[in-house]
């Protein structure tokens, strides 16, 4: 089970964002994934293995952690990123967090 | 360029069977899986089965299980989830994607395709 926080993340334009992806047990880093899911859009990929950025992502969204605890940093934050955040895991089989809402002021 | 295409909105009445469909181009369809992913009407993903479209291998969510039916047609590069008897609670936007079993990642994802069951 992966559990991520905050549920409402509320920034202005400029600063960064930390979301955390919690799973119960511990979870090999190779097997973590986000995804940004813009309002009314497909989920995409941003991340994967933890920390490898997925193709045509800005480096202004990275990924770190391991074991139990992961996070997305995105920096810099701009308007179109307003979005809800998903981390995956796979343990016998796909796993989601129930997601993080990003709101900008 | 990989893309997954799908096909339009569906209205149905409980009770009837419905198939929506996932037609992909711009890589090999018989070398990856293609998984189906459920979003509830203001909910969060929820991983619905795997389809290796190679062999017809299907992998189901035991969530799922029994309720869904996922299969392909190599010939047009498709592959398709259904429903035999919906229900209204099967109401939702289902999107197919491409699974990387390298790192255990969906990294190309299809539109989507809302299901509406009402009476």
């Known amino acids: 089970v992966l559990r991520q926080s905050p549920d409402t993340l509320s920034l202005s334009p400029g600063e960064s964002a930390t979301l955390s992806c919690r799973a119960s047990?511990?979870?090999?880093?190779?097997?973590l994934a986000w995804y940004q899911q813009k309002p009314g859009q497909a989920p995409r990929l941003l991340i994967y293995g933890a920390s490898s950025r997925a193709t045509g992502i800005p480096d202004r969204f990275s990924g770190s952690g391991s074991g139990t605890d992961f996070i997305l940093t995105i920096r810099t934050l701009q308007p179109e990123d307003v979005a809800m955040y998903y981390c995956?895991?796979?343990?016998?089989?796909?796993?989601f967090g129930q997601g993080t809402s990003l709101e900008i002021k | 360029e990989v893309q997954l295409v799908q096909s339009g909105a569906e209205v149905k009445k409980p009770g009837e069977s419905v198939k929506i469909s996932c037609q992909v181009s711009g890589y090999t369809f018989t070398n990856y899986w293609i998984g189906w992913v459920r979003q509830m009407p203001g909910k969060g993903l929820e991983w619905m089965g795997f389809f290796y479209p190679g062999d017809s291998d299907a992998r189901y969510s035991p969530s799922f299980q029994g309720q869904i039916t996922m299969s392909a047609d190599k010939s047009i590069n498709s592959a398709y989830l259904q429903w035999s008897s919906l229900k209204a609670s099967d109401s939702a936007m289902y999107y197919c994607a491409r699974f990387m079993t390298t790192f255990q990642y969906f990294d190309y994802w299809g539109q989507g395709t809302l299901v509406t069951v009402s009476s």
């Open positions: 047990q511990s979870v090999p880093s190779r097997y």
């Open positions: 995956q895991q796979f343990g016998s089989s796909p796993d």
